[in-house]
């Protein structure tokens, strides 16, 4: 093991994972403690192998932005003997700048999306937004090393902070655990959700924000031919108005004859791996991705996927030979939605079509995004801090 110790500060880690963001972290400091001393502090309530915070009674009523800022105060006095400080993403960033200011030492952040590109975040933050922008701005700005997750985002890092030195910035892919997402015969999970087994459906997993597109595949599934169930793992809606949105089209879906289901709450892992090995395509709608780690893990389960074509996502999906590509046109969103609908008719029309997808989909997760590679590339980044 390295003679090394890094602070890990995160605001998602198990228990507590409902993004991408957590996902890494996890699957990321697992393989790091194979390699280093790793302490992990984190948002939320208390657990066995982490430093856990949460902010005062006397902020209980605050602006969400000002409540992740006390933590990271809080996470900047915690830290210990250490040699290199993570963070992720806006809600941690700027615990790890002030630690770096605090303790002296170097300040790595992975950039696993960008303020300025989620201008919907207001929707969710109000005036928060302009808060996390500036910690993330700042955090980047004052960084010793920026991971980012794909060439994509390295690219959007460097359009949204040009003042960033770019040989600062190193690109890391996220990863997925191929023993662990892979395909199952059991389907016992499919029948908790009410899915009718002779039938086939599209997969959509993933929060309800405007990022992930939810709403363009609502739009998109009035399209598709009402033989073919929507089943949506969709939880965690970032606003009121959002939730309230895509309530009202799913009703309006299901008054037309489709059958729509909704898991509102998250499935175990074990669950939605079954959900994955199982479906005929898996959908990912994204307006904004720097890459898109459930593309990953629906491929380790060899379902074929239907992806908007941004950010990271084409880094990940091979169009024509993992999945298939939509081209995303903000200016023309019909066209998208389109685009999305006919994409997933063609692939879960020709099923032999799709499990090749699928199969090529594993093979490619399998061969280039292990954890066991990433944690090792993550490590050669602190290590060229000194």
């Given amino acids: 093991m390295c003679a090394m110790r890094v602070a890990v500060l995160t605001n998602e880690y198990p228990p507590e994972v409902y993004g991408g963001a957590g996902v890494h972290v996890d699957f990321l400091v697992r393989e790091l403690r194979r390699l280093v001393d790793v302490e992990v502090h984190a948002f939320g309530k208390p657990r066995p192998d982490a430093r856990a915070y949460t902010p005062p009674e006397s902020l209980a009523n605050a602006n969400g932005a000002i409540r992740a800022l006390s933590i990271d105060l809080e996470m900047a006095n915690g830290i210990g003997d250490v040699s290199v400080v993570h963070s992720h993403t806006w809600y941690a960033n700027l615990g790890g700048h002030l630690a770096k200011l605090l303790h002296d030492k170097p300040h790595v952040v992975t950039a696993h999306s960008l303020e300025p590109l989620r201008p919907w975040k207001a929707e969710q933050l109000g005036g928060g937004y302009r808060i996390s922008s500036w910690a993330e701005r700042t955090a980047f700005e004052g960084a010793d090393a920026v991971i980012a997750v794909s060439n994509g985002m390295r690219e959007d890092v460097l359009t949204a902070y040009p003042a960033l030195d770019a040989g600062r910035i190193h690109v890391v892919h996220n990863g997925v655990d191929t023993e662990l997402y892979s395909p199952t015969t059991d389907d016992a999970a499919l029948h908790q959700v009410g899915i009718d087994t002779d039938r086939p459906y599209i997969l959509y997993v993933g929060r309800i924000t405007r ?108 169009d024509g030979v993992t999945g298939l590509l939509v ?29 090749e997808l699928g199969r090529a989909g594993r093979q490619r997760a399998v061969d280039l995004f292990s954890w066991e590679a990433i944690a090792e590339q993550t490590l050669t980044v602190y290590m060229s801090l000194g």
């Fill in 211 to 318: 990022q992930k597109g939810i709403t363009h595949l609502l739009a998109a599934a009035e399209r598709i031919d009402k033989n073919i169930q929507l089943v949506l793992c969709a939880s965690a809606p970032d606003t009121p108005e959002i939730a309230a949105e895509v309530t009202e089209r799913i009703e309006r879906l299901r008054a037309a004859g489709h059958t729509v289901l909704h898991q509102t709450e998250m499935l175990p892992r074990e669950d939605v791996i079954s959900l994955l090995s199982h479906a005929a395509v898996f959908a990912c709608p994204s307006v904004y991705e720097p890459l898109g780690i459930v593309n990953l893990e629906a491929m380790a389960c060899r379902a074929p996927v239907v992806a908007s074509a941004v950010g990271g996502i084409p880094e990940v999906v091979q």
């Fill in 327 to 355: 081209p995303y046109t903000p200016d023309d969103l019909p066209a998208f939605e389109a685009g999305l609908a006919d994409a997933l008719a063609e692939v879960v029309g020709n099923p032999l079509r799709g499990s």
